[in-house]
């Protein structure tokens, strides 16, 4: 036993180190990011798109795209996730900002009441101390050990797969999907229009001469790696997205399959609270629908508000909280001291990071 408990605290300082070296090297990631980025942005927009049939058709849509991968990249780097010690957001307007449909544009920020037919319940959670940091925490909020705070709604820390280096939490989580979806989109495009010009870099057709100021290399390796991104980011997306029409965070997709197991050992049945239909999920995810936005704001780099304030939260009817999980039941974030005498197994409910 005490070999087993030295081999796991060994473990826990290596994953420690690592969590401080991703978290320090967060800017050269970020910087790699926007390398790869803006080399594929030029080679497809000097070297694929001059040669596209319709070019009135073609040269619009592809800077829409451009300029959505490009702003929401922006976004989830520069937004901060929303801590649980931050003052409340104000109603923000600018260019930058969508317009809210006419029925939901003065409402403030604390939890929107979604009516109507087919309307959503909101409810105000539960509030817990953090064991880490000491702070008095809502539902749904998970500390953060890179960062060191507690997060609203957090889902993950993403220093090195998407290189964005913070926390995805309540106020940047819609930027983060939509920008994994136009990077895919964007690699896609990439893929099947310039397949010609990859050939003739490479030398499979009869012009062996490059006639683009883009390198050759340059072209090939970025098409290359757009292959690579289209099914690596593909699947992450659509994880994340299954997530989402479940109504649950990739944190509590993990707590939730040991509240079924629990429930299951008591012959009860786990339901989780937030789960509003797939649909729906996506609505309130969106923030799209009657009482949010317009549907158009998915197409456009715009920022929107969340549907909520990270402290009431849309339920479904007849439930104030997780069928099948009793009090005391909840998974927490141990404190380090905690961890330290406890094996791996016990860890499930603590924070996931890419």
């Not at 006639?211 to 290399?217: E, I, K, M, R, T």
């Not at 715009?302 to 009817?317: H, Q, S």
Request: with cysteine; aromatic share 14%.
């Amino acid at each position: 036993m005490t070999c087993a408990r030295t081999v796991f605290r060994c473990f826990k300082w290596l994953e420690r180190l690592g969590d401080k070296v991703t978290g320090a090297a967060g800017p050269l990631f970020i910087f790699l990011a926007i390398v790869l980025i803006s080399t594929g942005t030029i080679c497809f927009f000097f070297v694929v798109l001059p040669d596209l049939s319709f070019p009135l058709l073609s040269w619009p849509i592809c800077t829409l795209i451009a300029s959505n991968l490009w702003m929401h990249y922006y976004y989830v780097c520069t937004v901060p996730p929303g801590f649980v010690d931050d003052p409340p957001p104000e109603s923000c307007k600018g260019w930058r900002w969508a317009r809210k449909r006419k029925v939901a544009r003065n409402r403030a920020l604390t939890g929107v009441r979604w009516t109507g037919e087919g309307g959503v319940k909101m409810s105000r959670g539960s509030v817990t101390r953090c064991k880490r940091c000491g702070l008095m925490r809502p539902e749904r909020s998970h500390h953060c050990r890179i960062c060191n705070r507690c997060v609203l709604k957090f889902d993950h820390h993403c220093p090195v797969s998407i290189r964005i280096n913070q926390c995805v939490g309540l106020h940047n989580e819609r930027h983060f999907i939509l920008f994994m979806a136009y990077l895919i989109l964007s690699c896609f495009c990439y893929c099947i229009l310039g397949y010609p010009h990859f050939f003739e870099a490479i030398g499979f057709t009869f012009n062996d001469h490059w006639d683009h100021f883009v390198p050759a290399l340059a072209f090939i390796l970025t098409y290359i790696l757009s292959g690579v991104l289209f099914l690596a980011v593909g699947i992450m997306l659509s994880w994340h997205l299954w997530g989402i029409v479940n109504g649950e965070t990739s944190v509590e997709s993990q707590d939730h399959e040991v509240y079924r197991k629990i429930a299951k050992g008591r012959g009860d049945t786990f339901v989780n609270s937030y789960d509003l239909g797939k649909r729906k999920n996506l609505e309130v995810f969106f923030n799209v629908g009657q009482d949010g936005y317009p549907l158009w704001t998915l197409c456009f780099p715009f920022r929107i508000e969340p549907y909520t304030d990270g402290r009431t939260w849309a339920r479904r009817e007849g439930y104030e909280r997780h069928l099948g999980v009793r009090e005391g039941d909840e998974l927490t974030d141990e404190d380090e001291e905690e961890e330290e005498d406890q094996p791996p197994a016990r860890r499930e409910g603590s924070a996931a990071r890419d």
